[in-house]
């Protein structure tokens, strides 16, 4: 049984913005069938449908009652969310480097095999990589005789503003790789989580001897791929982004989930009402639980790498365009000698396929593997074991 002590949570972030969302979609959906029938359009719509004026009101009972039960089960299901006593058991892995906030957590420190350097995106905190038991990708390449390495980055610093991908290359990338290379002998492979597939390549312009091979999982390359609006509109956002940094120099990480809310407005509606409805006690409750509390608890972003994100990713699409620099090297996709996998999830909302794959097909090296998944599922889903981890495991250990 579990515990019966409860426990809140701030959360889903921001919550208003989440209620808001679910608020407008409901009403809508409450309000078309007694809006007025004024255009002839809608006069013969009703009558091919053979609706008279009781089958329409009969209608509108029924959407009304049914946007009712919508909306209080996702209000229960957030309530049932804050109060779950389940938490992600803590990390119990040696830190074998640190600086500031950042922090590197060895899985295997008795292996002695290939070792991997896992970089997560600045935006979530390193969590979903080992998120619970039976659900840590980390895990799983330490029990297939690696020893994998994982950032953990932290809250940015108090000199926030003065954090670039510059200074993240320069004063946390380039001594992590240092440390790896001398305490295991050996030089790594990078996996690059999203963001995190980011700083990887660009890591691996700098240091490519030093490097075995990249793993780039649901990493955005294409930013303008599939819709140059949307990226477009993503970049407009940097003047709210920057007001928002003022005060600490880093971007509340409230702000940064409106970025995801506007993906898919009424994707907590969904998730929260499912979940309401589902066992407490379950697996499924708990896997849920564990990642809505990554989701929630992310760090937040340092103004100088958001606008990198906004205006030279989303805005100027430089990775694709072939302009992108970082400490004054030119960070393309075609220069790197090792071996390069390119895993891109179909079902991707964060990063669209389109437009990982173009890192794949502007690179010399590189293997490119489909997942039926989407953005999180690949990592830590159901089928996260088939679709990615023993593929990764297997080209890993092929190029090792």
């Known amino acids: 049984m579990m515990s019966q002590e409860t426990t809140h949570r701030l959360g889903p972030r921001p919550l208003a913005l989440h209620a808001f969302a679910a608020w407008r979609a409901y009403l809508l959906a409450a309000s078309l069938p007694t809006s007025p029938i004024d255009s002839q359009v809608d006069l013969t719509l009703f009558h091919k449908l053979g609706a008279s004026p009781q089958d329409r009101l009969a209608l509108s009972a029924a959407i009304l009652a049914e946007t009712s039960k ?219 639980v564990a990642m809505e509390d990554w989701v929630n608890g992310g760090p937040d972003l340092a103004w100088p790498v958001a606008h990198t994100v906004l205006e030279d990713w989303y805005g100027s699409n430089l990775t694709h365009e072939g302009f992108w620099r970082v400490s004054g090297k030119l960070v393309e996709a075609a220069t790197f000698p090792g071996p390069i996998l390119v895993a891109a999830p179909d079902n991707d909302r964060i990063v669209p396929p389109e437009s990982s794959k173009a890192f794949a097909s502007a690179a010399v090296n590189a293997d490119c593997l489909s997942i039926p998944a989407g953005h999180v599922g690949m990592i830590v889903g159901s089928q996260s074991k088939s679709g990615l981890w023993r593929p990764l495991i297997d080209w890993l250990k092929h190029h090792s």
């Open 70 to 288: 919508r909306w209080s089960g996702f209000l229960g299901g957030i309530g049932k969310y804050r109060a779950h006593p389940y938490h992600r058991p803590p990390s119990n892995h040696k830190v074998v480097w640190r600086a500031g906030n950042t922090q590197l957590l060895d899985f295997a420190p008795d292996s002695n095999g290939q070792p991997i350097i896992a970089i997560p995106s600045l935006i979530n905190s390193s969590d979903v990589l080992d998120l619970m038991p039976g659900r840590s990708l980390m895990q799983a390449l330490a029990d297939a005789g690696f020893r994998p390495f994982l950032i953990s980055w932290g809250n940015p610093e108090v000199d926030a503003i003065d954090w670039s991908v510059d200074r993240y290359l320069s004063d946390r990338l380039i001594p992590i790789l240092v440390h790896v290379s001398s305490l295991t002998s050996k030089n790594p492979f990078l996996m690059g989580y999203c963001m995190g597939g980011l700083l990887a390549t660009a890591l691996a312009a700098h240091r490519p001897s030093e490097i075995i091979g990249l793993a780039l999982l649901a990493t955005p390359w294409n930013f303008h791929a599939p819709s140059s609006e949307v990226a477009a509109s993503i970049a407009e956002l940097g003047p709210w982004f920057s007001k928002a940094s003022a005060e600490t120099g880093a971007v509340p990480t409230d702000i940064i989930q409106t970025l995801f809310i506007a993906l898919d407005p009424t994707l907590a509606a969904r998730k929260f009402r499912h979940f309401s409805e589902i066992d407490q006690e379950s697996d499924e409750a708990k896997l849920f």
